[in-house]
Nanobody
């Protein structure tokens, strides 16, 4: 089992910044990559950014140049630095752990609200 605990969401004005954190525990050795997804009201969950164990990153076009995903392997923690936030970034953000030959793990979600 892998447990993911997110933190760092909140309310911010457009143009502001937030940093999300996701701490992983449990069977860490089964994790292949970690990432962030988001789901806005009435919309499907969508990928925001991912980072592999080797450090390769991938971003949704809508966040490229504004968001940065990083990881601290010593702390088993992944971060999402979000700058130049827009109202359309408002969503519940979920941490994801992609696992080898096992079902993905998900965090409980953290709300990010960007006011205009």
């Amino acid at each position: 089992q892998v447990q993911l605990v997110e933190s760092g969401g909140g309310l911010v004005q457009a143009g502001g910044s937030l940093r999300l954190s996701c701490a992983a525990s449990g069977s860490i050795f089964t994790i292949n990559a970690m990432g962030w997804f988001r789901q806005a009201p009435g919309k499907q969950r969508e990928l925001v950014a991912t980072i592999t164990n080797g450090g390769s990153t991938n971003y949704a076009d809508s966040v490229k140049g504004r968001f940065t995903i990083s990881r601290d392997n010593a702390k088993n923690t992944v971060y999402l630095q979000m700058n130049s936030l827009k109202p359309e970034d408002t969503a519940v953000y979920y941490c994801n752990a992609n696992r080898v030959f096992r079902r993905d793990a998900w965090g409980q979600g953290t709300q990010v609200t960007v006011s205009s």
